[in-house]
Nanobody, 125 residues
Framework: VQLQASGGGLVQAGGSLRLSCVASGRTFSNYAVGWFRQAPGREREFVVSVDASGIREYEESVKGRFTISRDNSKKTVNLEINSLKPEDTAVYYC????????????????????WGQGTQVTVSS
């Protein structure tokens, strides 16, 4: 599967963005999808994921502000980001893996096999 992330941009603190991850391939509904982010000088970190059954998992710092959703008919996973903070500034990546175990925790980059190219989110204070 190939992934294409988009939707990043420059926004003021408190603003909102909607990131999208569009996949190619015929069986997108069988994949778990995660979003990660990487700020300059920092390691890539888990943000949120949704598995093939729709189970969502959020990193603690984004709960209540980030919402992940998937539309299998469009082969798309969206990430709605509200109340943006300067510390949310990073390149955001979507990733996917064939979901063999619904409800499994997938917070490591190594848990995913396919990656999109990333989209830059910059939040000004």
């Amino acid at each position: 599967v190939q992934l294409q992330a988009s939707g990043g941009g420059l926004v003021q603190a408190g603003g909102s963005l909607r990131l999208s991850c569009v996949a190619s391939g015929r069986t997108f509904s069988n994949y778990a999808v995660g979003w990660f982010r990487q700020a300059p000088g920092r390691e890539r970190e888990f943000v949120v994921s949704v598995d093939a059954s729709g189970i969502r998992e959020y990193e603690e710092s984004v709960k209540g502000r980030f919402t992940i959703s998937r539309d299998n008919s469009k082969k798309t996973v969206n990430l709605e980001i509200n109340s943006l903070k300067p510390e949310d500034t990073a390149v955001y990546y979507c990733a996917a893996v064939w979901d063999r175990l619904y409800g499994a925790t997938r917070r490591r980059a190594a848990d995913y096999d396919y990656w999109g190219q990333g989209t830059q989110v910059t939040v000004s204070s």
